[in-house]
Nanobody, 117 residues
Framework: QVQPVESGGGLVQAGGSLRLSCAAS????????MGWYRQAPGKQRELVAG??????TNYADSVKGRFTVDRDAKNTVSLQMNNLKPEDTAVYYC????????????WGRGTQVTVSS
């Protein structure tokens, strides 16, 4: 099992910045991907950004140039969010995938990000 835990959400004004962090516990040697998803009220959960072993990253078009995903260690991932917009308001979830359980997603409980206009 792998259990991600998020931290760093909060309330910020439009144009501001926040940094989210996630640390996963469990069989961390098998982690091969970590990323961030978000879900706004009434909307489906969507990919924000992710980073695989080797450093390959992917981003949603809506956050390119504003958000940066990084892995500081095998079991940690961060999301630096700059120039935040009210439409970035959502619950942000850390997602982890492993070689131990291919095709299975492990999710954190989420952290709220609220951007006021």
């Amino acid at each position: 099992q792998v259990q991600p835990v998020e931290s760093g959400g909060g309330l910020v004004q439009a144009g501001g910045s926040l940094r989210l962090s996630c640390a996963a516990s469990g069989i961390i040697s098998s982690i091969n991907y970590m990323g961030w998803y978000r879900q706004a009220p009434g909307k489906q959960r969507e990919l924000v950004a992710g980073i695989a072993d080797g450093g390959r990253t992917n981003y949603a078009d809506s956050v390119k140039g504003r958000f940066t995903v990084d892995r500081d260690a095998k079991n940690t991932v961060s999301l630096q969010m700059n120039n935040l917009k009210p439409e970035d308001t959502a619950v942000y979830y850390c997602n982890t995938r492993t070689t131990w359980a291919p095709g299975r997603d492990f999710w954190g409980r989420g952290t709220q990000v609220t951007v006021s206009s």
